[in-house]
Protein backbone atom coordinates (compact mmCIF):
# COMPACT_ATOMS: atom_id res chain seq x y z
CA UNK A 1 0.00 0.00 0.00
CA UNK A 2 2.97 2.57 0.69
CA UNK A 3 4.65 1.71 -2.59
CA UNK A 4 1.22 2.20 -4.08
CA UNK A 5 1.00 5.99 -2.68
CA UNK A 6 -1.89 4.59 -0.50
CA UNK A 7 -2.94 6.08 3.32
CA UNK A 8 -2.22 3.03 5.72
CA UNK A 9 -4.23 3.53 9.42
CA UNK A 10 -3.18 1.49 12.14
CA UNK A 11 -2.78 1.46 15.93
CA UNK A 12 -0.20 0.93 18.78
CA UNK A 13 -0.13 -1.61 21.29
CA UNK A 14 0.44 -1.74 24.48
CA UNK A 15 -1.44 -3.55 26.87
CA UNK A 16 0.13 -7.03 27.33
CA UNK A 17 -3.22 -9.46 26.44
CA UNK A 18 -3.76 -11.36 23.48
CA UNK A 19 -6.66 -10.29 23.34
CA UNK A 20 -6.37 -6.42 22.82
CA UNK A 21 -4.31 -7.68 19.34
CA UNK A 22 -7.15 -10.27 18.41
CA UNK A 23 -10.19 -7.84 18.67
CA UNK A 24 -8.39 -4.76 17.32
CA UNK A 25 -7.25 -7.05 14.20
CA UNK A 26 -11.14 -7.65 13.47
CA UNK A 27 -11.67 -4.03 12.35
CA UNK A 28 -10.04 -3.72 9.60
CA UNK A 29 -7.14 -1.66 10.28
CA UNK A 30 -4.32 -1.97 7.95
CA UNK A 31 -1.16 -2.66 11.11
CA UNK A 32 -0.82 -2.94 14.63
CA UNK A 33 2.42 -1.68 16.14
CA UNK A 34 3.85 -3.76 19.47
CA UNK A 35 5.16 -0.52 21.69
CA UNK A 36 8.39 -2.29 23.07
CA UNK A 37 9.64 1.19 24.19
CA UNK A 38 7.42 2.83 26.06
CA UNK A 39 5.42 -0.30 27.22
CA UNK A 40 6.00 -3.18 29.41
CA UNK A 41 5.53 -5.43 26.76
CA UNK A 42 8.54 -8.29 25.95
CA UNK A 43 9.51 -10.49 23.11
CA UNK A 44 7.37 -13.63 24.56
CA UNK A 45 4.25 -11.74 25.09
CA UNK A 46 4.33 -9.92 21.62
CA UNK A 47 4.58 -13.10 20.00
CA UNK A 48 1.71 -14.48 21.54
CA UNK A 49 0.03 -11.22 20.95
CA UNK A 50 0.72 -11.63 17.01
CA UNK A 51 0.04 -15.16 17.29
CA UNK A 52 -4.13 -14.07 18.40
CA UNK A 53 -3.81 -11.71 15.07
CA UNK A 54 -6.85 -12.74 12.95
CA UNK A 55 -7.04 -10.58 9.65
CA UNK A 56 -4.05 -12.19 7.21
CA UNK A 57 -3.86 -9.11 5.63
CA UNK A 58 -2.95 -6.89 8.93
CA UNK A 59 0.85 -6.71 9.53
CA UNK A 60 2.26 -6.87 12.50
CA UNK A 61 5.18 -4.48 13.83
CA UNK A 62 7.15 -3.88 16.58
CA UNK A 63 8.61 -0.78 17.64
CA UNK A 64 11.72 -2.35 19.43
CA UNK A 65 13.12 -0.46 22.41
CA UNK A 66 16.43 0.62 20.55
CA UNK A 67 18.23 0.52 17.50
CA UNK A 68 20.14 -2.64 18.82
CA UNK A 69 21.09 -5.54 16.01
CA UNK A 70 19.87 -7.97 18.41
CA UNK A 71 16.41 -6.53 19.74
CA UNK A 72 15.67 -6.09 15.56
CA UNK A 73 16.43 -9.44 15.20
CA UNK A 74 14.39 -11.01 18.12
CA UNK A 75 11.56 -8.89 16.48
CA UNK A 76 11.73 -10.00 13.10
CA UNK A 77 12.44 -13.98 14.16
CA UNK A 78 8.83 -13.56 15.96
CA UNK A 79 7.01 -12.84 12.85
CA UNK A 80 7.19 -8.71 12.60
CA UNK A 81 6.82 -7.79 9.08
CA UNK A 82 8.13 -4.08 9.90
CA UNK A 83 10.10 -2.40 12.55
CA UNK A 84 10.21 1.06 13.96
CA UNK A 85 13.03 2.25 15.40
CA UNK A 86 13.11 5.50 17.54
CA UNK A 87 16.03 7.54 17.99
CA UNK A 88 17.97 7.59 14.33
CA UNK A 89 19.16 10.96 14.57
CA UNK A 90 22.25 10.73 11.71
CA UNK A 91 22.91 8.83 8.63
CA UNK A 92 25.28 6.25 10.46
CA UNK A 93 22.21 5.00 13.00
CA UNK A 94 19.98 4.73 9.73
CA UNK A 95 22.66 2.63 8.19
CA UNK A 96 22.82 0.92 11.18
CA UNK A 97 19.39 -0.12 11.43
CA UNK A 98 18.93 -1.15 8.04
CA UNK A 99 21.80 -3.62 8.49
CA UNK A 100 20.25 -4.72 11.10
CA UNK A 101 17.34 -5.50 9.15
CA UNK A 102 18.90 -7.29 6.36
CA UNK A 103 20.62 -10.99 5.59
CA UNK A 104 24.07 -11.19 4.77
CA UNK A 105 26.09 -10.13 2.57
CA UNK A 106 23.59 -6.66 2.41
CA UNK A 107 23.11 -6.73 6.36
CA UNK A 108 24.12 -8.21 9.65
CA UNK A 109 21.38 -10.26 10.45
CA UNK A 110 21.81 -13.83 11.85
CA UNK A 111 19.88 -16.46 10.07
CA UNK A 112 17.17 -17.94 12.32
CA UNK A 113 13.70 -16.88 11.65
CA UNK A 114 11.74 -19.27 14.18
CA UNK A 115 8.45 -18.65 14.15
CA UNK A 116 8.92 -15.89 11.26
CA UNK A 117 9.35 -18.98 8.79
CA UNK A 118 6.96 -21.20 10.12
CA UNK A 119 9.01 -23.19 12.17
CA UNK A 120 11.03 -23.89 9.63
CA UNK A 121 8.52 -24.96 7.22
CA UNK A 122 9.04 -21.71 4.96
CA UNK A 123 12.62 -21.45 5.73
CA UNK A 124 13.79 -20.88 1.92
CA UNK A 125 10.54 -18.81 1.18
CA UNK A 126 11.07 -16.50 4.31
CA UNK A 127 14.68 -15.69 3.43
CA UNK A 128 13.88 -15.09 -0.14
CA UNK A 129 11.69 -12.56 0.26
CA UNK A 130 12.55 -10.84 3.97
CA UNK A 131 15.44 -8.11 3.03
CA UNK A 132 12.26 -6.86 0.42
CA UNK A 133 9.21 -7.53 2.33
CA UNK A 134 9.80 -6.55 5.89
CA UNK A 135 8.82 -2.47 6.64
CA UNK A 136 11.70 -0.26 8.22
CA UNK A 137 10.64 2.95 9.58
CA UNK A 138 13.02 5.30 11.16
CA UNK A 139 11.22 7.62 14.04
CA UNK A 140 12.20 11.24 13.60
CA UNK A 141 12.06 12.69 16.87
CA UNK A 142 14.99 15.33 17.57
CA UNK A 143 16.23 18.65 16.69
CA UNK A 144 19.69 16.31 15.28
CA UNK A 145 17.45 14.20 13.04
CA UNK A 146 15.95 17.27 11.38
CA UNK A 147 18.89 18.99 10.49
CA UNK A 148 19.87 15.58 9.07
CA UNK A 149 17.09 14.48 7.59
CA UNK A 150 17.87 14.40 4.13
CA UNK A 151 21.04 12.46 5.08
CA UNK A 152 18.84 9.77 6.73
CA UNK A 153 16.12 9.83 4.35
CA UNK A 154 18.49 8.95 1.50
CA UNK A 155 19.73 5.52 2.76
CA UNK A 156 18.89 2.97 0.85
CA UNK A 157 16.60 0.64 2.95
CA UNK A 158 14.91 3.00 4.77
CA UNK A 159 10.98 2.29 3.33
CA UNK A 160 9.47 5.03 5.41
CA UNK A 161 9.69 7.57 8.55
CA UNK A 162 7.81 8.02 11.64
CA UNK A 163 7.19 11.57 13.54
CA UNK A 164 6.11 10.83 17.17
CA UNK A 165 4.77 14.63 18.00
CA UNK A 166 5.15 14.05 21.93
CA UNK A 167 9.23 13.81 21.47
CA UNK A 168 9.56 15.54 18.76
CA UNK A 169 8.17 19.09 21.05
CA UNK A 170 10.02 17.83 24.11
CA UNK A 171 13.41 18.33 21.49
CA UNK A 172 11.90 21.32 20.33
CA UNK A 173 11.58 23.07 24.27
CA UNK A 174 7.93 22.57 23.74
CA UNK A 175 7.21 19.87 25.87
CA UNK A 176 3.40 18.91 25.82
CA UNK A 177 2.58 21.13 23.40
CA UNK A 178 2.65 19.70 20.35
CA UNK A 179 0.90 22.38 18.82
CA UNK A 180 2.92 24.80 19.08
CA UNK A 181 3.95 26.63 15.71
CA UNK A 182 7.48 25.84 15.78
CA UNK A 183 6.35 21.93 16.14
CA UNK A 184 4.10 21.95 13.59
CA UNK A 185 6.56 23.65 10.89
CA UNK A 186 9.17 21.38 11.78
CA UNK A 187 6.54 18.17 11.01
CA UNK A 188 5.73 19.71 8.36
CA UNK A 189 9.34 20.59 7.08
CA UNK A 190 10.25 16.93 7.56
CA UNK A 191 7.17 15.30 5.78
CA UNK A 192 8.73 17.46 2.87
CA UNK A 193 11.93 16.53 3.24
CA UNK A 194 10.10 12.54 2.79
CA UNK A 195 8.25 14.04 -0.55
CA UNK A 196 11.95 15.51 -1.74
CA UNK A 197 13.23 11.86 -0.79
CA UNK A 198 10.62 9.66 -1.82
CA UNK A 199 9.92 8.37 1.42
CA UNK A 200 6.62 8.06 2.89
CA UNK A 201 5.78 9.62 6.25
CA UNK A 202 4.09 8.05 9.66
CA UNK A 203 2.71 10.03 12.21
CA UNK A 204 1.04 9.30 15.42
CA UNK A 205 -2.00 11.09 15.64
CA UNK A 206 -2.87 13.12 18.81
CA UNK A 207 -6.73 13.15 17.89
CA UNK A 208 -8.79 12.23 15.01
CA UNK A 209 -9.04 15.78 13.81
CA UNK A 210 -5.31 15.46 13.54
CA UNK A 211 -5.30 11.86 11.58
CA UNK A 212 -7.38 13.93 9.25
CA UNK A 213 -4.76 17.31 9.08
CA UNK A 214 -1.99 14.60 8.69
CA UNK A 215 -3.91 12.71 5.94
CA UNK A 216 -4.80 15.27 3.88
CA UNK A 217 -1.21 16.98 4.46
CA UNK A 218 -0.02 13.58 2.66
CA UNK A 219 1.36 11.25 5.75
CA UNK A 220 0.72 7.73 4.39
CA UNK A 221 1.01 5.48 7.68
CA UNK A 222 -0.92 7.23 10.14
CA UNK A 223 -1.61 5.49 14.24
CA UNK A 224 -5.13 6.43 15.02
CA UNK A 225 -4.32 6.06 18.96
CA UNK A 226 -3.47 3.21 21.14
CA UNK A 227 -5.58 0.56 23.07
CA UNK A 228 -5.26 2.34 26.10
CA UNK A 229 -6.60 5.14 24.77
CA UNK A 230 -9.47 3.66 23.15
CA UNK A 231 -10.44 1.81 26.02
CA UNK A 232 -10.76 5.22 27.96
CA UNK A 233 -12.46 6.96 25.44
CA UNK A 234 -14.98 4.18 25.31
CA UNK A 235 -15.55 4.50 29.01
CA UNK A 236 -15.80 8.40 29.32
CA UNK A 237 -18.48 8.34 26.62
CA UNK A 238 -20.10 5.95 28.16
CA UNK A 239 -19.65 7.77 31.34
CA UNK A 240 -20.85 11.00 29.82
CA UNK A 241 -23.57 10.21 28.04
CA UNK A 242 -25.43 8.39 31.44
CA UNK A 243 -24.89 11.07 33.53
CA UNK A 244 -26.08 13.48 31.02
CA UNK A 245 -29.44 11.74 31.00
CA UNK A 246 -30.10 11.76 34.82
Known sequence: MLKKGEVTYGAWVSIGHPDIAEIL?????????FD??????????????MQAIRDPNLTPITRVAWNDPVLIKL????????????WVNNREEAIKAVKAKLYPPKGIRGVGPRRAARYGADFQEYVKIADEEILLLVQIET????????D?????????????????????????NWRNPKVLETIDKILDAGKRNGVPG???SMDIEHAKESAK????????GSDYKFLKAGCLSALEAVKKSL
Do not use: C, R
Open 152 to 176: ILSVDGIDAFFIGPQDLSASLGHIG
Open 202 to 204: GIY
Open 143 to 150: QEAVKNID
Open 36 to 49: TEHAPLYFETVQKM
Open 25 to 33: STLGLDWLV
Open 217 to 224: KGFKFIAL
Open 75 to 86: ALDIGSFGIIVP
